[in-house]
């Protein structure tokens, strides 16, 4: 199985900040890698795509980028809605397989 | 709008089982696959497994074929899983998720663009 390893685990932020995700693979998956965001008691939510394309409706201060086994998702100037905890996914293989999550604190 | 409605919470005894459904509508449900997800309390999210609603091919994480069993019904646009064999482990909020298949420069990205509100399955 594929290992989907972020970090970090949480991080504080303040509104307007610039955040950074990172999300290792722990083999070569291209760029079969997306990003969901979830708020406490809801649903995950994809974000991104393939790595970088930005599903539609989603604000364009989110953005991804990466290939290989190393990848990350930035969120310029952080909203307040954008507290919430991001994961990382890949669809590369089977069992599709999860990063732990990173949870983004005020 | 697509929408994909879950079944309600449900509680069980260890060594029992559980079948949750998953009503789709706002789009062909045939054309798309459904994937289940679950996430146990305070924890991540583990891909469970995939079924095409089409076909009905299916692809079982590992670790759950052995009492873990996915089925759709087209005639009414539902999904359904169940697991049996239940243990405290197996306690979670249990989520299906529409899995879209987007190809581009000849290849096809997968990802869960779709989720139900998700069901809570308690084993105790």
């Known amino acids: 199985d594929i290992q989907m390893t972020q970090s970090p685990s949480s991080l504080s932020a303040s509104v307007g900040d610039r955040v950074t995700i990172t999300c290792r693979a722990s083999q070569t998956i291209g760029t079969f890698l997306n990003w969901y965001q979830q708020k406490p008691g809801k649903a995950p939510k994809v974000l991104i795509y393939?790595?970088?394309t930005l599903q539609g409706g989603v604000p364009s201060r989110f953005s991804g980028s990466g290939s290989g086994t190393v990848f990350t998702l930035t969120i310029t100037s952080l909203q307040p809605e954008d507290f919430a905890t991001y994961y990382c996914?890949?669809?590369?293989?089977?069992?599709?397989?999860f990063g732990q999550g990173t949870k983004v604190e005020i | 709008q697509v929408q994909l409605v879950q079944s309600g919470a449900e509680v069980r005894r260890p060594g029992a089982s559980v079948q949750v459904s998953c009503k789709a509508s706002?789009?062909?449900?045939?054309?798309?696959?459904i994937a289940w997800v679950r996430q146990a309390p305070g924890q991540g999210l583990e891909w469970m497994g995939w079924?095409?609603?089409?076909?009905?091919?299916?692809n079982y994480a590992q670790t759950l074929q052995d009492r873990f069993t996915m089925t759709t019904d087209s005639s009414t646009s539902t999904a359904y899983m169940e697991l049996g064999s239940l243990s405290s482990g197996d306690t979670a909020i249990y989520y299906c998720?529409?899995?879209?298949?987007?190809?581009?420069?000849?290849?096809?990205?997968?990802?869960?663009?779709?989720w139900g509100q998700g069901t809570l399955v308690t084993v105790s």
């Open positions: 996914q890949q669809s590369y293989s089977s069992p599709r397989t």
């Open positions: 706002g789009y062909t449900f045939t054309d798309y696959g």
């Open positions: 079924i095409s609603a089409y076909s009905g091919d299916t």
């Open positions: 393939a790595a970088s």
């Open positions: 998720a529409r899995d879209q298949d987007l190809c581009k420069s000849d290849r096809c990205y997968e990802y869960f663009d779709n």
